[in-house]
């Protein structure tokens, strides 16, 4: 096991008395991200809570779809068609700083779409597989403090109640408290520029709102109006006028806004919700602090252009997942917990500056609409659109495993294999051995890495060892050579 340097505060958690471990991972929050890894955890039959400070879920519809990258996770679990049935596919293009361009032929996934699906129908599927594999989820239960020692982490609940876990994840969003309770920084630029949200009906024909949204997004970027089920819009328009920053919205705030970018509020009446976003941009100064971690928006947060936040948290839990669960079987070797930070915090680094450049291209003025209009050329090529596409769909991802093909810490597209899809064979969360070679073998990790000797696998390396997270650990035809990356990625071989 790790040596763990803690540094948290004590809380008023800690003492002598320690309840009981019940758990081996309480997770703070029940959003996408903290509902993805309580399911990832589950596969390796983690005793996993789910704690959410909410009674009830959200209805705030707040994402604009699925990237590739998260619909591929998803293919990977099985739970593809479960979200598909209940989303929109459209095109995967136009999404960096909303330049509007075709999609590469060349774009290399099996998913090459994004899927229009609203974030509470996201959160309540992945919440619906959590507990289908038995995590355990309480609503109405907001974490306020934490002590941790050698042994584990002691919870302590908002009304008193005390808990205790081998590890605590805080999964709780962009104000988290777990992060706070840790002293964990997270510096970066405060709001600069506040938006209204909402969805609600209009008064006027659909023709004239479609009409005039076209001609005021020509120059505002930060405006909508989008038909958002039968009668409804959702509604989007910058909240420079409005001043309350501390209170909710109000119909007449979006009003008065409408009037003064559109001319015309659109005779909006009879809201289903509203609310208020930022585009602050913040980066976790550590994601670990002994046996406490942080995903998600606790650990990033950045404006919503390019609709990355919910796909960038989902794919942390999937990155943590496994690893954790190594953990806590007792296999993981020593510093496989730590490559959660080492790989997600230059990803998230990476978004949050993908962010901060798509909000200069969404300015007005003469020097970023010159940008622009010069980006907007050099998406023509090819190569060009095909990067900031992988980039925004996550599927240009390369980790740093160290040298070797350009494949490796990359993705493995899902390939046709003997028996069907590649991402079939991963729906345990397993390390896969994909071996055209028919020589090799998974020896004393064949309890954690299934292997399929398939000569006519599509691949143009012999042999591809994969992680349980679908990133290709090592490629190569040497049997001790694997053995060495085994043991790297999976621990000690079972005797
Ligand atoms: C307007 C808007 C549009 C967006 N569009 C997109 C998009 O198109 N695509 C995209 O990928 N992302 C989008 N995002 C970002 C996305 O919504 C977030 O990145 C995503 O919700 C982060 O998920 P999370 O699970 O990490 O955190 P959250 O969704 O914030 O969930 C955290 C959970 O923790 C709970 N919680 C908080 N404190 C505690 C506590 N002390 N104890 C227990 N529970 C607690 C909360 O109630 C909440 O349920 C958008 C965001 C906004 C504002």
């Avoid at 989303?87 to 229009?116: E, M, T, W």
């Avoid at 003064?260 to 100064?285: C, I, K, N, Q």
């Avoid at 020097?367 to 998406?379: I, N, W």
């Avoid at 073998?441 to 000797?453: F, I, K, N, P, Q």
Wanted: proline share 6%.
């Amino acid at each position: 096991m790790h040596s763990e340097q803690f540094t948290a505060e004590p809380s008023p958690a800690s003492g002598t008395d320690r309840p009981p471990l019940m758990f081996d991972v309480i997770i703070a929050g029940c959003g996408p991200t903290g509902a993805m890894l309580a399911a990832e955890l589950r596969l390796h039959d983690v005793r996993v809570l789910v704690l959410e400070k909410e009674t009830e879920p959200t209805s705030f519809v707040r994402i604009v779809g699925l990237h590739i990258r998260s619909l591929e996770l998803m293919a990977m679990r099985g739970l593809l068609e479960r979200i598909l049935e209940r989303g929109r596919q459209r095109p995967a293009g136009g999404f960096f700083a909303a330049i509007n361009k075709p999609v590469p032929k060349s774009l290399d996934s099996g998913h090459a779409y994004l899927l229009g699906i609203p974030q509470p129908v996201i959160v309540h599927l992945l919440e619906e597989r959590a507990i289908e594999l038995g995590a355990q989820v309480r609503r109405g239960c907001a974490v306020a403090g934490l002590a941790q020692d050698d042994d584990g982490v002691t919870v302590e609940l908002a009304d008193g109640e005390q808990l205790r876990s081998r590890y605590l994840v805080g999964c709780d969003g962009g104000r988290s408290t777990v992060r706070k309770l840790l002293g964990v920084g997270f510096p970066g630029e405060p709001t600069r520029a506040e938006t209204l949200m909402g969805e609600m009906e209009v008064g006027v024909p659909q023709e004239e709102v479609a009409a005039k949204v076209t001609e005021i997004r020509e120059t505002h970027h930060r405006f909508w109006l989008r038909p958002a089920g039968v009668g409804v819009y959702s509604v989007v328009v910058p909240a420079a006028g409005v001043s309350d920053r501390a209170q909710p919205p109000t119909l007449d705030d979006f009003k008065q806004q409408l009037r003064t970018v559109a001319g015309t509020d659109f005779g909006v009446h009879s809201p289903r919700w509203m609310s208020r976003f930022g585009d602050a941009t913040r980066l976790a100064e550590r994601y670990r602090v002994g046996r406490v971690l942080l995903a998600g928006d606790a650990a990033h947060i950045h404006p919503p252009i390019g609709g990355q936040g919910l796909n960038l948290g989902v794919q942390d839990a999937f990155n943590l997942g496994w690893k954790l669960a190594a953990q806590i079987r007792g296999w993981a070797p020593e510093p496989l917990l730590d490559t959660y930070q080492a790989e997600r915090r230059p990803v998230a680094e990476d978004v949050l500056d993908n962010t901060r450049a798509q909000t200069e291209l969404l300015s007005t003025g003469p020097g970023p609409e010159a940008v622009r209009r010069l980006l907007t050329e050099l998406m023509d090529f090819d190569e060009v659109n095909r990067y900031l596409i992988e980039k925004i769909t996550a599927i240009g991802i390369r980790y740093d495993f160290g040298a070797g093909p350009d494949l490796l810490g990359r993705r493995l597209r899902d390939i046709d294999v003997k028996q069907g899809r590649l991402y079939d064979l991963l729906h345990r969360g397993r390390g896969l051995l994909l071996d055209r070679t028919e020589r090799l073998t998974v020896g004393g990790w064949s309890d954690r890495v299934d292997h399929l000797a398939d000569p006519t696998a599509a691949l143009d390396v012999p042999c591809v060892l994969l992680r349980p997270d679908g990133h290709v650990a090592w490629i190569g035809d040497d049997q001790q050579d694997l053995n060495d990356h085994l043991s790297r990625w999976f621990g000690k071989p079972a005797s």
